[in-house]
């Protein structure tokens, strides 16, 4: 499957995962935090999840 070489990714439960690659297939995502102020990378998100 084609996937986007600017958007690396190893959330393969994620629909959107290139599966052979671990990379995204969209052509772009929405990254967001989910806490009020962002201070490590845990408190970011890929909002463009999507459950397979
Ligand atoms: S939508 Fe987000 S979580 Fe899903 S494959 Fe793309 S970057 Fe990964």
Redesign the pocket.
Known sequence: MDHNNS?H???RE?????ESED????KE?NVIKNSAKAKTVECTD?A???TK
């Not at 994620?14 to 290139?18: K, M, P, T, W």
């Open positions: 958007i990714c190893n959330v994620c629909r959107n995962h290139c990379y995204c297939t969209l995502i890929c463009s999840f999507e």
